[in-house]
């Protein structure tokens, strides 16, 4: 198995495990994260966001369905199974995820999911007719980019980014 994909590996084993430092010490100082809630995040903030993330999901299940590898990058497929916790809606979002490798560690990660999918999980009829519209997206990224501020403003100063200061 080449390293970069036990790297990737080892990232879902942390986060079926729900441990977000194993999950975040894949990461390289200078990652970029993007999925379409999350769109930008770099450095600490992306391991911050998963923190997060794990510190609210009392439920989540998360399963590795393939990955593959080379000195290229990487490509992954995942699930998560979990209850909105906004609504207490079921969610199940399919993920694919690129990753890109500098010094033995993740320094780019892309996931794509369907955001009229999430939406019409986790939001119910509002999100099933509204999941394509621009406004709703930017919605929940605003709304996301906010949780997260305030996450990172209270969290201990014992991880990258847990004094408030951008990661």
């Known amino acids: 198995m080449h390293p970069n994909e036990a790297l990737v590996r080892e990232f879902y084993a942390a986060?079926?495990?729900r441990d977000a430092e194993a999950m975040a010490r894949c990461y390289h100082p200078e990652v970029f994260f993007s999925d379409a809630v999350f769109p930008k995040l770099?450095?600490?903030?992306?391991g911050d966001m998963w923190r997060m993330l794990l510190a609210r999901a009392s439920d989540l299940r998360v399963t590795l369905e393939e990955a593959s590898a080379d000195g290229d990058g990487a490509r992954a497929r995942w699930t998560a199974r979990?209850?909105?916790s906004r609504t207490g809606r079921p969610v199940v979002n399919r993920v694919a995820a690129?990753?890109?490798f500098l010094d033995g560690l993740i320094v780019r990660h892309h996931d794509s999911f369907s955001f009229w999918g999430w939406a019409s999980q986790a939001l119910g009829p509002v999100g099933a007719a509204?999941?394509?519209f621009a406004p709703l997206k930017w919605k929940v990224r605003r709304d996301a980019a906010q949780a997260l501020e305030r996450f990172r403003a209270s969290a201990p100063a014992s991880f990258p980014g847990g004094d408030g200061t951008p990661g």
């Open 15 to 17: 986060f079926a495990r």
């Open 42 to 46: 770099s450095g600490a903030q992306a």
């Open 82 to 84: 979990y209850t909105f």
């Open 98 to 100: 690129l990753f890109a």
């Open 130 to 132: 509204l999941g394509w």
